[in-house]
T-cell receptor, first 111, second 112 residues
Framework: GQQLNQSPQSMFIQEGEDVSMNCTSSSIFNTWLWYKQDPGEGPVLLIALYKAGELTSNGRLTAQFGITRKDSFLNISASIPSDVGIYFCAGLPTNAGKSTFGDGTTLTVKP | DAGVTQSPTHLIKTRGQQVTLRCSPKSGHDTVSWYQQALGQGPQFIFQYYEEEERQRGNFPDRFSGHQFPNYSSELNVNALLLGDSALYLC???????????FGPGTRLTVL
């Protein structure tokens, strides 16, 4: 089945630093999604990407849909303590509906 | 505008028992998907319901079944529980089959 490789697995950064994480797949996806999950809660949608090459921002977050349709990147600028959490990428294939998730990047921000 | 709601919040069962989890989608949404999230992993797709029918299914055994009601709410049933079924069960809703999904807070199931 489809698998997403998400990296890095974890990150420990200082407040104010920028963060980059990515997802790669052996399969093509029609849509890429980025979620953040806090402990004890469900994932919250951050950014949705629908076209290859698309670059979309949401505040300090910027995500890109890779040209090959097999990867996506998420950048967080000027990190703050509330950015702490687990970030997941998810891909939807051309037949839609069946999201495949990566295993997450755990972000720790030190004040 | 209510988001996705799930009940119960937590549940403890023993091996061999059966469990039913419930989900109400976000207002205006008609599609419900269920996911299993084991500790330290991303959500794994179980199945998706649209127009009261199962539309897509992940790699889960027949012990996992579901239902969608005319008001778009949904249930997930798991029979003959195994220890490995212990996980956070997430419900996600969307408008239509191909659009971004919004998740509920999940139901934490512990099987002893």
């Amino acid at each position: 089945g489809q698998q997403l490789n998400q990296s890095p697995q974890s990150m420990f950064i200082q407040e104010g630093e920028d963060v980059s994480m990515n997802c790669t797949s052996s399969s093509i996806f029609n849509t890429w999604l980025w979620y953040k999950q806090d402990p004890g809660e469900g994932p919250v949608l951050l950014i949705a990407l629908y076209k290859a090459g698309e670059l979309t921002s949401n505040g300090r977050l910027t995500a890109q849909f890779g040209i090959t349709r097999k990867d996506s990147f998420l950048n967080i600028s000027a990190s703050i303590p509330s950015d702490v959490g687990i970030y997941f990428c998810a891909g939807l294939p051309t037949n839609a509906g069946k999201s495949t998730f990566g295993d997450g990047t755990t972000l720790t921000v030190k004040p | 505008d209510a988001g996705v709601t799930q009940s119960p919040t937590h549940l403890i069962k023993t091996r061999g028992q059966q469990v039913t989890l419930r989900c109400s989608p976000k207002s205006g949404h008609d599609t419900v998907s269920w996911y299993q999230q084991a500790l330290g992993q991303g959500p794994q797709f179980i199945f998706q319901y649209y127009e009261e029918e199962e539309r897509q299914r992940g790699n889960f055994p027949d012990r996992f079944s579901g239902h969608q009601f005319p008001n778009y709410s949904s249930e997930l049933n798991v029979n003959a529980l195994l220890l490995g079924d212990s996980a956070l069960y997430l419900c996600a809703s969307s408008y239509g089959l191909g659009n971004e999904q919004f998740f509920g807070p999940g139901t934490r199931l512990t099987v002893l």
